[in-house]
């Protein structure tokens, strides 16, 4: 059973739209989730990153919406450009016992010109 | 940003050989971790490594795998022997605090033939 999970394998946007990309889990004890961004052939970047005692996270273009009770969260990505075109890989973590952060499957994003 | 270094890039290895992966963290971080990620898919948490032993592993360490880091060198991953499932990108990651904001190397992609 996955943890962390990201029920869209790939999505396509216009240039311009926001791009919203969910992401769901299991473990009430999450409490850190970041967002890595991922090119072909890099390895993961951190994008950005929220803690389960806010409900939202905004930086520049991108944010994230976080619902505790539902234990779901989606990024929202405004104004999207072909640049953004990357998989992008939910994760979490709990505040401690574990130091594990486990990542969904990943969305790939495909911004049109 | 932070760097994580990984030797080598690449390595095609004969299957029953060991191979040895090689990963420079960033400088003053603390905690170190493997991840497998297989044809692009999600990353797999293999190890965490915290003060000179391994923390945390998942079923996917298996016996054949070992991580050390010898007086502050390279941290690595050591598989021996190989099996052809052994075929993946590995990242390397490194962080200041455990489980919490990781910064990973571009991967070592191992081919097992």
């Known amino acids: 059973q996955q943890q962390v999970r990201q029920s869209s394998q790939s999505l396509t946007v216009w240039e311009g739209e926001t791009a919203i990309l969910n992401c769901s889990y299991e473990?009430?004890?999450?409490?850190?989730f970041p967002w890595y961004q991922q090119f072909p052939g890099e390895g993961p970047a951190l994008l950005i990153a929220?803690?389960?005692?806010?409900d939202k996270k905004e930086d520049g273009r991108f944010t994230i919406f976080f619902n505790k009770r539902e234990k779901n969260l989606s990024l929202h990505i405004k104004d999207s450009q072909p640049g953004d075109s990357a998989t992008y890989f939910c994760a979490a973590s709990e505040a401690s016992g574990s130091w594990q952060l486990i990542f969904g499957s990943g969305t790939q994003l495909t911004v049109m010109p | 940003g932070p760097k994580v270094l990984q030797i080598p890039s690449h390595q095609i290895i004969d299957m029953g050989q060991m191979v040895t992966l090689n990963c420079d963290p960033v400088?003053?971080?603390?905690?170190f971790y493997w991840y497998k990620q297989i044809l692009g898919q999600q990353m797999e948490f293999l190890v965490n490594f915290y003060n000179g032993k391994v923390m945390e592993k998942s079923k996917l360490f298996k016996d054949q795998f070992s991580v050390e880091r010898p007086d502050g060198s390279y941290f690595t991953l050591k598989i021996q022997p190989t099996a052809l499932e052994d075929s993946a990108v590995y990242f390397c990651?490194?962080?200041?605090?455990?489980?919490?904001?990781?910064?990973f190397g571009e991967g070592s992609r191992l081919i097992v033939v």
């Open positions: 929220i803690r389960s005692v806010s």
């Open positions: 990651a490194s962080s200041w605090t455990g489980g919490n904001t990781l910064y």
């Open positions: 400088s003053n971080h603390l905690y």
């Open positions: 473990n009430s004890a999450f409490d850190y």
